[in-house]
């Protein structure tokens, strides 16, 4: 079995079926990796685990001995000049009394229309949004967040993205999160894990400490379908019987001579890109909480965090960092030679940095491949692909190659699916585990 991607996917997968791995860059990880500059560890996004599935809980602690630190999620949104807790839906106390009262209404309008029983299919995201949530929470949070973050309209996504991940609450949970100050957490996200030293890319060097089969700086340039075999850059060539693909599904699809219509599949995915600046301040104690949205495009960035809360060890003693997420896309642009000002203008206009802050860190980390975008083509797109691949013996997997909103719970276990998958096509009783070295 050939693995193609060193990213959590991948690891599982050669963890849970053996085979070797073979990843383009010099480190294995993805995008869970934490550079580490003058003494400042950074994390590409905010990488925690929300997981309580019993499986991936034990996989982590007893399996891959990672030590994890369970955490309260301290988690604010910015609007209105003012800082509630998140999420929106449930914590509007502190807004102007008006604002709260909007939100409650149309919040209590919009149940109410629900119970009747009348609804109709919801066609896209934006009408999901205002069925759940009324006009004003709409108008005032989800919408105008979404559009920042995604780059596209709400009503140009669809909803199978959803799952959990946009909690709904009750019109007590509203009433009361409007009344007082809700310290206790809501939605199954509300606590945390992380690991308790060297950022995210802890976890997957636990899954290194196994052992695994590993090509270093080997990145795949062509891959013929009739030979199932894999060309790398450095004219290396390897034959697969089953492969399992963790890469992007648009690189993936590059590799190979397909028919138009897959092809055509494929122009259609779509994924917002993200640019980290990360900053190194000179100054302790800058933020107490885990990280803030800005919903309003005022601000450059839709997200800021301070990994010192997250862990101590992420910056040298004395001193605090920020990391600013900014989305951007083709159809939404950004001015990435200016950003790093941009950046800390709106972090001092939101009176996070002081003007006079000693900046002594300025690192920028550009993300590519940020987020799937549930668009309305990609659902059709997706399965015609996957199954042209199964017929070639290539199982996709992972948020990327699956090409799926996936935590990093849902990655590891979908290596552990692609490994079980892939021993069913090689006709084996069972996966086994197959050791080896990290190769540069």
Not at 5 to 16: C, I, P, R, V, W
Not at 59 to 76: F, I, M, N, T, Y
């Amino acid at each position: 079995m050939i693995i193609l991607g060193a990213g959590l996917t991948g690891l599982s997968a050669a963890y849970h079926g053996g085979g070797k791995i073979y990843e383009k860059t010099g480190q294995a990880g993805g995008n869970c990796i934490s550079p580490r500059v003058k003494g400042y560890t950074f994390d590409l996004g905010i990488h925690v685990l929300h997981t309580k599935n019993e499986q991936v809980l034990n996989l982590l602690r007893s399996d891959l001995k990672l030590l994890l630190k369970g955490q309260e999620r301290l988690a604010w949104i910015y609007s209105f000049n003012k800082l509630t807790r998140y999420p929106f839906q449930v914590n509007t106390f502190g807004l102007p009394i008006p604002i709260v009262e909007e939100c409650l209404m149309d919040f209590i309008a919009a149940c109410n229309k629900r119970g009747t029983g009348k609804d109709l299919p919801y066609q896209n995201y934006e009408e999901w949004i205002y069925a759940m949530f009324g006009k004003a929470i709409a108008e005032y949070f989800m919408i105008p967040y979404s559009k920042k973050f995604w780059t596209v309209a709400p009503k140009d996504m669809t909803i199978d993205w959803l799952d959990v991940r946009v909690p709904i609450p009750t019109i007590k949970d509203v009433v009361r999160g409007a009344l007082t100050d809700q310290k206790k957490g809501f939605g199954p996200n509300a606590r945390f894990s992380y690991p308790a030293h060297g950022g995210i890319s802890a976890l997957p060097e636990s899954f290194l400490k196994k052992g695994l089969n590993i090509f270093l700086n080997k990145k795949a340039v062509a891959i013929d379908l009739n030979r199932k075999k894999i060309i790398f850059s450095d004219g290396v060539s390897v034959k697969f019987n089953v492969l399992i693909s963790t890469i992007p599904l648009p690189e993936l699809l590059g590799l190979m001579t397909i028919p138009e219509d897959i092809k055509a599949a494929g122009n259609k995915l779509k994924c917002n890109s993200i640019l980290c600046v990360n900053l190194g301040v000179g100054r302790d104690n800058i933020n107490s909480n885990h990280w803030i949205y800005y919903p309003s495009p005022e601000y450059i960035f839709f997200r800021i965090s301070f990994l010192k809360n997250f862990s101590k060890k992420m910056v040298p003693a004395g001193k605090s960092s920020i990391m600013a997420e900014v989305s951007y896309s083709g159809d939404f642009k950004i001015e990435k030679d200016r950003i790093v000002e941009r950046v800390i203008s709106d972090l001092i206009k939101a009176n996070i940095l002081d003007a006079k802050d000693r900046i002594e860190l300025k690192d920028i980390r550009d993300i590519e491949y940020g987020y799937v975008v549930y668009d309305h083509n990609r659902e059709k797109s997706v399965k015609k692909i996957k199954e042209f691949l199964k017929r070639h013996n290539i199982i996709a997997a992972g948020r990327y190659g699956s090409w799926e909103y996936q935590w990093m719970d849902d990655a590891i276990l979908d290596g552990k699916r692609a490994a079980a998958e892939a021993a069913g096509l090689r006709k084996s009783d069972k996966p086994g585990f197959c050791g080896g070295k990290i190769r540069p």
